[in-house]
């Protein structure tokens, strides 16, 4: 019998021509699935298709044997694909006659794989002239699984995608069956999640069909805890049997219920809200009221909510089963919430680093996001970042309009508006009202500030009231933005064009001048680098805002660099730095502060103006028109 791989396919196909794909999953003791997934992978390889596909069969053009590698794909790559589906142990000479290169660059081929491969705990065993890939096979799954990963260009794992790797399996169906019978289990997972766990099961799947390689680990006795997520696991093994007749074996139910134990959550918050130890471990519990209470003492913030409490504390205890399995949830909207969320997600870098020190191993930056989703979620919900408005509405008593007209108002500016007063009487005096924004629908003297629209709220009185409300929010903004620059900024912290090599370089110039200004603490430096090695502090729109964790600075400043060339801070290109230092006693404006930076350079007009500013003085001025109306 013929054992399948990439190169003794081409050779078969150079020498037989034309064949079909029935005829050659049969010199090859495979199913004909499996064929069309080496004739796709063999054509990825290259830059011109090798393989050619008729309603007939296959067949190859070249006479001469192909170059299987190319610049997207490594050697390295390659001899470990071939690798990780062998059973036993390959003679190297053979190996390297099969992969169309010498003895040596084999040897040279298998120590650069080995140094990609040592992150996933596997390694190419090379001695007495054979070699295979050792290591344990979930950890084999992970790196196929990474690889799966690394090709889509997609920045979300799609099904479609998944479906036309594995185009043997229906993944649609697939995916409602593993949905319901995750709900009828009381479970829930996020459209990001489900994805994922597809493809594990799917390659998990796959390497039972073709190589009958499983998972050996001896099956643990379940925990009461993990009831609903094995019972889930185990209907979904009886649906593949049923349906593909691939037996999973106790080893992968057990391995699946962790997985499913590590990405999904319990629908039913108010079964949980009764008794909380029979779903969340004590050390999740006691995890999540230690990083809240320190986030209300680093950050005046109080997430005093029952429901949060609990969905964060099930997310924890989720997130801490990843991170001791080795597995990651991962997210698409990294890029798109660091820079649209930005204090969240600092908020959620915070969690994050609490956490590292807790299990003493990184969090990655795809679950810095999730957090950033829940904290995220409880902001909106609470409305914490929402200053509304204090406004007065004038409307002269006719029947109920006046109430029907404040109702209206507060139905379209719900965030925004806050109405305290509705004066009726046409007469009353006005001169003394303490409010931020006057509505009226009558004239009013011209000392008044105030804004007119019909009694009747059209799509021109909603214009004119939202003009109304930028107008003051802009104006409050400058307002704030000077009293920062006076209580924080100066001269001395301002610099045009220091164009150093590297985001490191820059760092250790703005601590070491902040350390000689007597403004920080020789730690400083460390600290920032600490809070830069968690996620990038680049914002993608030419910002970077490198600052500490740790708000222990002697004197709370602003530093800013603004630099003509843009200069590379990550993956993103960066013009304008300002290093933040924050004091304890001053740890209650960190998210003014913070928001007020963003805010002002959030469009491209104004980063254009700071950077054609000459002076500190220029410079100060385009700062705080950038809040202009």
């Known amino acids: 019998m013929n054992k399948l791989s990439?190169?003794?396919?081409?050779?078969?196909?150079?020498?037989?021509?034309?064949?079909?794909?029935?005829?050659?999953?049969?010199?090859?003791?495979?199913?004909?699935?499996?064929?069309?997934?080496?004739v796709k992978k063999i054509n990825e390889h290259v830059a011109e298709k090798i393989i050619h596909a008729t309603s007939k069969g296959y067949y190859?053009?070249?006479?001469?044997?192909?170059?299987?590698?190319?610049?997207?794909?490594?050697?390295?790559?390659?001899?470990?694909?071939?690798?990780?589906?062998?059973?036993?142990?390959m003679n190297k000479?053979?190996?390297?006659?099969?992969?169309?290169?010498?003895?040596?660059?084999?040897?040279?081929?298998?120590?650069?794989?080995?140094?990609?491969?040592?992150?996933?705990?596997?390694?190419?065993?090379?001695?007495?002239?054979?070699?295979?890939?050792?290591?344990?096979?979930?950890?084999?799954?992970?790196?196929?699984?990474?690889?799966?990963?690394?090709?889509?260009?997609?920045?979300?794992?799609?099904?479609?995608?998944?479906?036309?790797?594995?185009?043997?399996?229906?993944?649609?169906?697939?995916?409602?069956?593993?949905?319901?019978?995750?709900?009828?289990?009381?479970?829930?997972?996020?459209?990001?999640?489900?994805?994922?766990?597809?493809?594990?099961?799917?390659?998990?799947?796959?390497?039972i069909y073709d190589s009958n390689q499983s998972i050996?680990?001896?099956?643990?006795?379940?925990?009461?805890?993990?009831?609903?997520?094995?019972?889930?696991?185990?209907?979904?093994?009886?649906?593949i049997q049923h349906t593909y007749a691939i037996q999973l074996k106790e080893s992968e139910i057990s391995y699946m219920t962790i997985l499913l134990k590590s990405k999904t959550t319990l629908l039913n918050y108010a079964e949980i809200?009764?008794?909380?130890?029979?779903?969340?471990?004590?050390?999740?519990?006691?995890?999540?009221?230690?990083?809240?209470?320190?986030?209300?003492?680093?950050?005046?913030?109080?997430?005093?909510?029952?429901?949060?409490?609990?969905?964060?504390?099930?997310?924890?205890?989720?997130?801490?089963?990843?991170?001791?399995?080795?597995?990651?949830?991962?997210?698409?909207?990294?890029?798109?919430?660091?820079?649209?969320?930005?204090?969240?997600?600092?908020?959620?870098?915070?969690?994050?680093?609490e956490l590292e020190e807790y299990l003493g191993s990184k969090i990655a930056e795809d679950e810095i996001t999730y957090l950033a989703f829940h904290i995220g979620?409880?902001?909106?919900?609470?409305?914490?970042?929402?200053?509304?408005?204090?406004?007065?509405?004038?409307?002269?008593?006719?029947?109920?309009?006046?109430?029907?007209?404040?109702e209206k108002i507060l139905t379209a500016f719900d965030y925004e508006l806050d109405i305290k007063k509705v004066i009726t009487e046409v007469d009353a005096p006005i001169s003394n009202l303490n409010q931020d924004l006057i509505i009226s629908t009558i004239t009013l003297p011209d000392e008044v500030a105030y804004v007119k629209i019909t009694p009747f709220f059209n799509e021109r009185d909603k214009e004119i009231i939202t003009k109304a409300i930028k107008k003051i929010n802009l104006g409050q903004q400058q307002l704030k933005m000077?009293?920062?620059?006076?209580?924080?900024?100066?001269?001395?912290?301002?610099?045009?064009?220091?164009?150093?090599?590297?985001?490191?370089?820059?760092?250790h110039h703005m601590s070491t001048h902040l350390t000689e200004l007597n403004r920080v603490s020789s730690s400083f430096e460390e600290e920032i680098l600490r809070r830069e090695d968690m996620s990038s502090t680049s914002f993608g729109n030419g910002l970077a805002m490198p600052h500490s964790m740790e708000m222990n600075a002697l004197k709370t400043s602003l530093y800013f660099v603004i630099n003509e060339e843009p200069m590379l801070w990550d993956q993103e290109y960066?013009?304008?730095?300002?290093?933040?230092?924050?004091?304890?006693?001053?740890?209650?404006?960190?998210?003014?502060?913070?928001?007020?930076?963003?805010e002002s350079l959030d469009n491209k007009e104004t980063i254009d103006a700071l950077l054609q500013a000459d002076s500190y003085e220029e410079f100060v001025n385009c700062l705080v028109d950038s809040f202009r109306f």
């Open 377 to 406: 979620a409880y902001f909106e919900h609470a409305k914490i970042n929402q200053s509304k408005l204090f406004a007065t509405l004038i409307c002269p008593s006719y029947y109920d309009m006046h109430i029907d007209l404040s």
């Open 60 to 89: 190859i053009d070249q006479s001469e044997p192909p170059e299987i590698f190319s610049k997207e794909v490594s050697r390295e790559k390659v001899l470990i694909e071939k690798l990780i589906y062998l059973l036993t142990p």
């Open 273 to 353: 809200k009764e008794d909380l130890k029979d779903y969340i471990t004590d050390e999740s519990i006691q995890l999540s009221n230690r990083i809240l209470k320190k986030i209300n003492e680093e950050f005046l913030l109080s997430l005093d909510d029952e429901d949060f409490f609990i969905k964060f504390s099930l997310h924890l205890q989720n997130l801490l089963s990843r991170n001791r399995e080795k597995q990651v949830a991962l997210n698409p909207m990294t890029k798109e919430i660091k820079e649209n969320y930005p204090l969240v997600y600092d908020l959620a870098v915070f969690v994050s680093n």
């Open 482 to 507: 000077k009293k920062v620059i006076e209580q924080y900024f100066s001269k001395e912290l301002f610099e045009k064009n220091q164009h150093l090599q590297s985001k490191y370089q820059l760092i």
């Open 93 to 207: 000479y053979d190996l390297a006659e099969e992969l169309f290169i010498s003895l040596s660059t084999l040897e040279r081929t298998i120590n650069k794989a080995n140094k990609e491969l040592h992150k996933f705990h596997l390694k190419i065993a090379n001695q007495d002239n054979s070699v295979h890939l050792a290591g344990p096979e979930e950890k084999k799954r992970a790196w196929i699984r990474e690889q799966f990963y690394h090709e889509t260009s997609a920045e979300f794992l799609h099904l479609a995608t998944i479906q036309a790797a594995f185009y043997g399996y229906n993944l649609d169906e697939l995916k409602i069956m593993i949905t319901q019978i995750l709900k009828e289990n009381n479970l829930y997972i996020n459209g990001y999640t489900l994805n994922s766990i597809i493809l594990h099961i799917v390659v998990a799947m796959e390497r």
């Open 216 to 239: 050996d680990t001896d099956s643990a006795e379940i925990d009461e805890r993990l009831a609903a997520e094995h019972r889930s696991a185990i209907a979904i093994a009886a649906y």
């Open 6 to 38: 990439e190169e003794q396919l081409i050779k078969y196909l150079q020498i037989n021509g034309l064949t079909s794909s029935s005829q050659l999953a049969q010199v090859f003791s495979v199913s004909t699935r499996t064929i069309k997934n080496y």
């Open 574 to 598: 960066v013009q304008i730095v300002v290093m933040m230092a924050m004091n304890r006693s001053e740890r209650k404006e960190f998210r003014k502060i913070f928001n007020l930076i963003i």
